[in-house]
């Protein structure tokens, strides 16, 4: 019997994704053993009219990360939903937005006025931006189109799976990729990683005090956090608690605060109003009645740059989706 | 299986018909998915309309209604009862409001008919996501927890305990009695009031069913009505209640001695003291903050003087847990301290003193053993009393000073036959039957009336006390010996932590706020918690009384053992499949009704104190906790019926 045919990709990414998969180490050899990569442009040289060729669905799964921003990788995309049986929704940017998602915040003109003039290593006095159709000693040179808007890759195609995190952790891959093989996959739209937030599985859980209130923000940077206590209760915001866990606890064992890569538990459509809803709650709510409107902006006023904090990861699943275009 | 939404909607006689197109919505409504009936009428909260609804339910098997009518607070309960009747659970009905939120506040009838629409396409969308939710009910608890053991809290005691009531009485300070205890004669009887009350303190701390805490705190109440949970602190008395005999052996040897704030610091007490002669329960107590060996020293005397091996210096603060229905404040007051008003020179001239300060003075267990007398050991020839001491700056008139400055003007009348007396009043507040009599009669007895209209300002004048009255030339001054200050009865000190334990609010003078001042004078906004006494506002121990009693029948009429309480039933639930243990809504409860399961490592809300408020729910990051009837489905579906 033939071995299923897997397809990997990527759109706005890191390439992080790519190394996520390259971390199965030992594991990667029973994958390829087990099934025939039709296609992952950072390892084979496969092309698109190689897709093209194939029958619809004669892709049994197709991994895609990064997030949707091009017209060449809405092309792509669409193509492999076309040619794949399931599409898997790779990594933080393709499942949520993830990093490239803040783009959501500018517009094309604005970034590509800094990207391509006001960047200070960049020298371009007569402001020349990337253009779709450029005419190169009378040849007509072509690129996509670059988009206003981040888009997730459930926002541009139908996605069956998520596998969350920036990048997903091999664990979880392996799993993943154990799931579809043995045909054991759970209800379509799930995302293949534990319901619970990141508080569940913390390893500074039980040094969490019962009755949490915040009295001041700190910032990462300004403090040496102690790396037995709970983030929040030394004030440095930490989205553990408004995200999935699955990830390892990579960044809480380096003794930095959870940035939410994991995107928001089963249920929750919005991780950053969660999570700013739960900072509000608990924010100087020890002298709650004692506590003038004026202490309550200044409290408010420590969390530099909230929107970019709370939705760092998610921006384009949220409710936001973006600021508005004016 | 589709549900069958039944959709009513109400024209409330004209209030409805008149303003909103009823019909058009019925029409407009009857295609949608689920709807399998729409009709109007004339006014569903009528006899003929609960029919109506029933035979809807039951004739049109409905598995869902919506009523679109007047606000819920109306006839909610009213309708849900024809929903239950008809065999439908009540929770399955969604009402909505057309007329207080779209009839009667336009006249235009368009745009009136459009918003009534939306809110019934939000209804319509919200009512298949309807969740049937079982009501659910306690037995109440009966007993109840009396705070203060003044005359107040020793009448609501003993009216509960008469009925057979468990009764936990707590008193802060280590005797029971309050402030009549220490007051040799009241007014209108001119009884000794340590007489008075002795049997009932008696009765008190002897009734099995009462139990008394003195030297006590209440430290937390959680819960509502019916089902309180109460920590008191008993604070460390250092002398045990049981094997002490209040013999009074360890006084003496006391090497410690510092005012006595029970004789208003007119004497010396010791480390180890009972507040008065005759205090009861007859236990001393050990003052921490003075005692020799709490700071440190070694010395035993007490102990070694105690015959019955009663002291002993380990004993330790107790924290002790009751489950009570009701709680009942009787906290009482305390005076204005006058230093706060230098025009009248108290606590800077000798022998300006103030009411309580003289009561102390005339009462046979007090400093003097009754003599009234100067700094100088000599009794006064002269005394001018000063009414309305604090009245224009707290801005109300405690009621029942000129009666009891009255009542010390007839005592010193009779004990200082020759002594010239005076009383500086603004006005004279004698309001009850007895009152005005009394007035009359100091009159007859020579006491000098002078309107003063607070304008006394008093100076030391050659070994006396120059009162001067009145603000223009004809201001005169008047020479005594003793000057008695009627100072504003104002709350004692720990009304505001008490009030922060229970969550009940004050009034701009710091009192105890009453639910309602004529009907429901004793009772505060908090249902099953009462203010009673002068705690809730200046009181003579009669009213304090009569609240009191008012307060216990309330409590024994409407918390009866073995009856039921019905709980909230839109209470909020944890998903322990998602709750994490951050711990995020522990703290924000304002019922504390959150507490940390160990074992499983998530949050738990106890059904029996949430009040279904929803706080946890907005908090909760992880989505873990939901609202009954409140689902963010639920939420969201009505919003996506606001926009059809």
């Known amino acids: 019997m033939a071995k299923p045919k897997v397809a990997f990709y990527w759109c ?23 099934v025939d990569i039709v296609l992952w442009p950072v390892a084979l040289d496969f092309k698109r009219k190689d897709v093209e060729a194939m029958k619809d669905g004669a892709i049994a799964v197709s991994f895609i990360n990064g997030a949707v921003r091009t017209e060449e990788q809405e092309e792509m995309v669409k193509l492999l939903r076309k040619k794949s049986g399931l599409v898997v929704a790779f990594g933080s940017c393709a499942h949520i937005g993830g990093i490239p998602g803040l783009a959501n915040f500018w517009d094309r003109e604005t970034i590509f006025e ?29 690129l996509p189109e670059f988009y206003d808007t981040v888009y997730t890759l459930d926002q541009v195609i139908n996605v069956d799976y998520y596998l969350p995190g920036c990048a997903p952790p091999p664990d979880l891959i392996m799993n993943a990729v154990t799931a579809i093989l ?96 739960a900072i509000a709650s608990i924010l100087g709510v020890e002298d709650e009645d004692k506590v003038t409107e004026e202490e309550v902006e200044s409290l408010v006023k420590q969390i530099d740059d909230p929107a970019g904090l709370f939705y760092m990861y998610s921006l384009p699943a949220s409710m936001l989706r973006r600021k508005r275009m004016g | ?68 009518a007047c606000t819920p607070k109306m006839y909610e309960q009213k309708l849900m009862r024809a929903c239950e009747e008809a065999g439908l659970n009540p929770f399955l009905m969604q009402m909505t409001n057309i007329r207080e939120q779209c009839a009667w506040v336009t006249p235009d009838k368009a745009l009136a008919t459009r918003k009534a629409r939306s809110l019934v396409m939000a209804a319509i969308n919200r009512a298949p996501l309807l969740e049937p939710i079982e009501r659910k009910e306690i037995e109440v608890q009966a007993d109840v927890l009396v705070v203060g053991g003044g005359v107040a809290g020793l009448e609501a005691c003993l009216s509960l305990a008469q009925k057979g009531r468990k009764v936990y009485l707590v008193e802060k300070s280590p005797c029971i009695g ?71 052996a360890c006084f003496e040897p006391c090497p410690v001695e510092v005012s006595n704030e029970y004789d208003e610091g007119l004497s010396k007490r010791k480390a180890i003291y009972v507040p008065f002669a005759g205090a009861l329960p007859n236990v001393p107590v050990i003052d921490k903050d003075n005692c020799k060996r709490f700071k440190g020293e070694e010395c035993r005397a007490c102990e070694q003087a105690c015959p019955f091996g009663a002291i002993s210096f380990d004993d330790k603060d107790e924290v002790i847990e009751r489950k009570v229905g009701a709680i009942i404040l009787a906290t009482g007051a305390t005076l204005l301290d006058p230093k706060a008003l230098p025009q009248y020179g108290y606590g800077k001239l000798d022998n300006v003193v103030t009411a ?18 100067l700094k100088n050991g000599k009794e006064p020839k002269s005394i001018a009393f000063v009414f309305c001491v604090g009245r224009k700056e707290k801005e109300y008139c405690s009621g029942i000073c000129c009666m009891y400055s009255i009542k010390l003007a007839h005592i010193m009348r009779e004990k200082l036959p020759d002594a010239k007396l005076y009383c500086f009043y603004s006005d004279i507040c004698v309001p009850k039957k007895e009152h005005q009599q009394w007035y009359d ?28 009255h009145g603000t223009d030339s004809s201001g005169k001054t008047v020479s005594v010996d003793m000057v008695v200050l009627a100072p504003a009865v104002e709350p004692s000190s720990d009304i505001e932590k008490l009030a922060g334990i229970l969550d009940t609010s004050r009034d701009d003078h710091g009192f105890f706020c009453e639910e309602h001042a004529l009907m429901k004078p004793f009772a505060t906004a908090l249902e099953g918690v009462f203010a009673v006494g002068s705690c809730q506002g200046p009181k003579d121990i009669g009213d304090a009384v009569a609240q009191a009693g008012a307060a216990a029948g309330r409590v024994l009429s409407r918390l009866v053992p073995g009856e039921k309480l019905a709980l909230e ?47 946890c729910v907005a908090a909760c990051p992880s989505g873990a906790i939901t609202a009954k009837q409140f689902t963010r489905e639920q939420i969201l579906a009505e919003i996506k019926g606001v926009a059809k």
């Open chain 2, 178 to 248: 309050g402030l009549a205890a220490r007051f040799e004669e009241v007014y209108p009887t001119m009884e000794c009031a340590p007489c008075m009350i002795a049997p009932e303190l008696q009765e008190v701390l002897q009734k099995e069913n009462i139990e008394v805490f003195t030297h006590s705190e209440v430290e937390e109440t959680l819960g509502s009505f019916g089902n309180f949970s109460v920590k008191i602190r008993r604070k460390a008395r250092y002398v045990s209640e049981e094997a002490c005999i209040g013999c009074g």
């Open chain 1, 114 to 142: 800094r990207v391509y003039k006001d960047v200070p290593s960049v020298r371009n006095p007569e402001g020349i931006y990337p253009q779709q159709k450029t005419k190169v000693d009378g040849v007509e040179l072509t």
């Open chain 2, 1 to 68: 299986m589709a549900e069958r939404i039944g959709v009513y909607v109400c024209k409330c006689g004209p209030n409805i018909g008149d303003k909103v197109d009823v019909d058009a919505i019925v029409d407009d409504v009857k295609g949608i998915e689920g709807v399998a009936t729409a009709k109007s009428h004339n006014l569903l909260c009528s006899a003929d309309g609960l029919e109506f609804l029933k035979s809807e339910i039951e004739g049109e098997k409905l598995t869902r209604v919506v009523v679109a």
């Open chain 2, 441 to 468: 009669r100091v009159v007859d007895q020579g006491v000098e009336f002078i309107r003063s209209n607070g304008t006394v300002a008093v100076t030391a004048d050659k070994g006396k006390l120059a009162v001067k």
């Open chain 1, 12 to 34: 706005a990414s890191c390439g992080g994704c790519e190394e996520a998969v390259v971390d199965l180490a030992e594991d990667l050899l029973k994958v390829v053993d087990a």
């Open chain 2, 569 to 615: 039933p839109m209470v909020a639930v944890v998903d322990e499949d998602l709750c994490s243990g951050c711990k995020t809504c522990i703290l924000l409860c304002p019922y504390s009704a959150i507490t940390r399961d160990k074992e499983k490592g998530t949050s738990v809300v106890d059904e029996a104190l949430c009040r279904g408020c929803g706080t």
């Open chain 1, 182 to 277: 043995e045909g054991k996959l759970p209800d379509k739209g799930s995302v293949l990683a534990p319901d619970k937030s990141l508080c569940d599985t913390c390893p500074r859980k039980d040094s969490k005090p019962e009755k949490l209130s915040i009295k001041a923000i700190r910032r990462p940077h300004e403090v040496i956090a102690d790396p037995e206590k709970c983030f929040l209760e030394e004030g440095i915001i930490c989205l553990g608690p408004a995200t999935r866990s699955g990830c390892g606890e990579r960044c809480i064992n380096a003794n930095m605060p959870c940035r939410g890569c994991f995107g928001p538990t089963k249920g929750v459509r919005d991780q950053g109003a969660k999570m700013v809803s």
């Open chain 2, 356 to 373: 309580l300060q003289l009561e102390r003075l005339n009462a046979s267990n007090g400093p003097t053993g009754g003599k009234v007398l």
